[in-house]
């Protein structure tokens, strides 16, 4: 797909695709819905909340399982209003939270299950429930009245997400829908893209990476998209061949769980034949592990980098011939640029070391009522993405650090003062610091450090995380101490406290 890329509505993004091509698969049951089959459901489940009252840029969450309901959710709610998707592993207090700060108008759910969701939502935030028949067609309930709508504009706000620094509150990104669109199209048109292309989705659909590069990128290019509802390693390559899957995109955690069941002895997996590449994106992938992805895989793979605030993609590395280099996340991609600026917000040269900042018609113009944050995170038309690199002579972009203290675990993006402060609301808790420490498996690990104003123990506290945050958040060690470090001014010096804390035997 080497079109210059166009802002679109969501729904216009695959408006050009014939009806009888198939777009998305569930292959727990083997259903195929077409491209005019998916047009047709989208506009009925945006009719449908139209009808329950949704309005024009009024928040839909979502917290539904991977799979066709989900998309067509999503779709439909980004027509209708604004999508807000939710984790579902979300506890009851971050459900409420979300909520609200959304001002979510309704909440879709499955027709069982989902407690935690349901009591938050409360008599609040109604509910409908989400299906799916038989026959493939998704369904709510209560499913009354259709509505017709008018289409939405190219900058109407299509989805909401948080995204968490080290401070203060989760912020609100609002992306439009040029700037899915448009990122979904440079997405497909970095990887070529096309018709014959089968997508594979093992990241969750309330990430962008699940949602724009596994599959709006295909449903942009006409391909197609197998959904499962959730990863597993070990019926991954059954699922590929079934459905003669081209690529995939995952976090390092995934890829490793994958290789980690390859055979060197077997050869390739039945499944693995068709793959033109793997993608790997939103945390950093050791060149070791990309090493052992194409040794047991036989397809080139390519680091990328993304986040939220541009929509996801912004650099990645190329298909064959061109080089792809272990260690960097590839050059800028489609229409994103990329720049390294210093602190002053002068723009450094090739092999200067400073804070990546990025523009774009994928890049949100501000984050939602949060002056603060917009005034610190724009300079001179520049998203500072709070990361830093260099751009080496080829124009490949490497990461060096994170200036942001976010704690990536897996590819969630979690804020260690979220967990600051569930600590704290612990009545035997003075004070608390959250940070991350290596991990084999996830990149890092959720840890804190706590000094107590009563008594409890560590297992109590970590009992305590349990019931309040969902379980990538919670910190897995608690250290009792009796002073944290502070700058003179009283700001933790959470840095500090990680790497004390990080060390073997602590």
């Known amino acids: 797909m080497s079109t210059t890329p166009q802002s679109t509505t969501l729904l216009d993004l695959f408006a050009h695709v014939p009806a009888d091509k198939v777009a998305v698969i569930s292959p727990e ?64 207090e971050e459900f409420r939270f979300y909520l609200e700060d959304t001002n979510a108008r309704f909440l879709l759910l499955p027709p069982e299950g989902a407690e935690a969701a349901r009591l938050a939502a409360g008599d609040k935030v109604p509910v409908i429930a989400v299906d799916l028949d038989e026959a493939g067609n998704v369904r709510l309930s209560p499913n009354g009245r259709h509505v017709p709508i008018a289409p939405p504009s190219v900058d109407d706000v299509a989805l909401i997400l948080h995204t968490s620094g080290s401070t203060g509150r989760p912020k609100r990104v609002p992306l439009s829908h040029a700037n899915l669109s448009i990122s979904a199209q440079n997405i497909a048109g970095t990887y070529d893209l096309g018709p014959g292309d089968v997508s594979l989705c093992v990241m969750p659909l309330f990430h962008v990476h699940g949602l724009v590069a596994s599959t709006l990128a295909t449903l942009a290019s006409g391909g197609t998209v197998v959904v499962p509802s959730k990863f597993n390693p070990l019926s991954f390559w059954r699922v590929a061949r079934d459905y003669d899957v081209t690529w995939y995109s995952a976090v390092p955690t995934l890829h490793q769980l994958l290789a980690a069941r390859a055979d060197p002895a077997a050869g390739r997996p039945a499944g693995a034949e068709k793959l033109r590449f793997i993608r790997s994106c939103s945390a950093s992938l050791a060149p070791q592990l990309m090493s052992d992805l194409e040794a047991a895989f036989g397809a080139p793979v390519l680091e990328a980098y993304g986040m939220t605030e541009a929509a996801h993609q912004m650099a990645s590395n190329p298909l064959p011939p061109a080089a792809h280099k272990a260690g960097s996340v590839g050059p800028n991609t489609g229409t994103t640029e990329i720049g390294i600026m210093d602190a002053e917000g002068n723009l450094l040269k090739t092999g200067e070391r400073g804070e990546i900042v990025i523009r774009g018609a994928n890049v949100v113009k501000g984050y939602e009522n949060n002056p603060e944050a917009n005034a610190s995170s724009f300079t001179n038309g520049w998203f500072r993405t709070g990361d830093q690199g260099y751009l080496d002579d080829d124009g490949y972009l490497l990461l060096t650090g994170r200036l942001k203290e976010m704690i990536n675990r897996g590819g969630e993006k979690i804020s260690p003062r979220e967990v600051d402060e569930v600590l704290l609301a612990h009545p035997a808790v003075a004070e608390a610091v959250a940070f991350g420490v290596p991990h084999p498996s996830w990149g890092e690990e959720v840890a804190a450090c706590v000094v107590l104003s009563g008594d409890a123990s560590e297992a109590e506290l970590l009992s305590y995380c349990r019931e309040k945050l969902a379980d990538f958040k919670r910190p897995k060690k608690i250290h009792i101490t009796t002073t944290i470090p502070r700058t003179a001014t009283g700001k933790i010096q959470r840095r500090v406290v990680a790497e004390a804390f990080a060390r073997p035997g602590k």
Do not use: W
Request: proline share 6%.
């Open 29 to 92: 049951n083997d259903i195929r819905v077409t491209y005019g089959q998916l047009r047709q459901q989208v506009q009925a489940c945006a009719e449908a909340l139209a009808a329950a009252g949704v309005k024009r840029g009024e928040r839909v969450g979502i917290a539904l399982p991977n799979g066709l309901p989900n998309v067509v959710a999503f779709l439909g709610a980004a027509m209708a209003g604004t999508a807000a998707p939710l984790n579902p592993a979300y506890k009851e």
